[in-house]
């Protein structure tokens, strides 16, 4: 069965260090990737995403994400975490292998906390 | 920029009252989708439409319907408020013949059944 995994609820970080949120997935084909930010009562915000080629990717506010095809993950990171970071942060795959494969599958999400 | 707006951040509403939700987008996308957002369960599809009056069900149906008459607009619609259907609602839309594009989303709707 197609899935989305982010296996931590809640991320905490101390401003100036680095971060990860973790994801993993598990499709039947080859995937699109993507990651969305949502701050307290709004939309998600898409960030980046990852379709084909270079396995790691840049996206918007300083944040970039590594596809690692063995592992099956797909990991935000950022080098320097600032307190405005702060969010809940959502991990989805498009599996165009799939019967239905307009959609999106989503994880659960994951709230980051920086810390000043 | 692509535009989706939902035609109200905030509603608050009465058990049994029908609710209309509207979504507009502005970037000529194929789908549109209806998601629920509820602390601990993530984003929950509700229903999602890939062309005019066409709609295919999504996880969460059961006491909601859908309308797409026009390529624009897509409304959910809420046949006899429940108070289990107080939730933020989330309207997306994607462009079909670029699958590499993300789905764009509204702000939300807060809304409250008493």
């Known amino acids: 069965a197609q899935s989305v995994a982010q296996p931590e609820d809640q991320v905490n970080v101390a401003e100036g260090n680095p971060l990860t949120v973790k994801c993993t997935y598990s499709?039947?084909?080859?995937?699109?990737l993507f990651w969305y930010v949502q701050y307290p009562n709004r939309g998600l915000q898409f960030l980046l995403k990852?379709?084909?080629?270079d396995n790691l990717v840049k996206g918007s506010y300083g944040f970039e994400a590594e596809f690692n095809k063995s592992q099956t993950s797909f990991h935000l990171k950022k080098p320097s975490a600032l307190v405005s970071d702060s969010a809940l942060y959502f991990c989805?795959?498009?599996?165009?292998?799939?019967?239905?494969?307009?959609?999106?599958?989503w994880g659960l999400g994951t709230s980051l906390a920086v810390n000043p | 920029d692509v535009k989706v707006t939902q035609s109200s951040r905030y509603l608050v509403k009465r058990t049994g009252e029908k609710v209309f939700l509207e979504c507009v987008q502005d970037?000529?996308?194929?789908?549109m989708f209806w998601y629920r957002q509820d602390p601990g369960l993530g984003l929950r599809l509700i229903y999602f439409?890939?062309?005019?009056?066409?709609?295919e069900k999504g996880d969460i149906p059961e006491g909601y319907s859908v309308s797409r008459e026009k390529k624009e607009r897509f409304s959910l619609i809420l046949e006899s408020a429940s108070t289990n259907q107080t939730s933020m609602y989330l309207c997306a839309s994607s462009p079909e013949r670029q699958r590499n594009q993300p789905q764009h989303f509204g702000d939300g709707t807060r809304l409250s059944i008493l």
């Open positions: 439409s890939y062309d005019v009056k066409m709609k």
């Open positions: 970037m000529d996308h194929e789908n």
């Open positions: 990852y379709i084909t080629g």
């Open positions: 989805a795959v498009r599996d165009l292998w799939a019967g239905n494969n307009r959609k999106l599958i």
């Open positions: 499709v039947s084909g080859n995937p699109y």
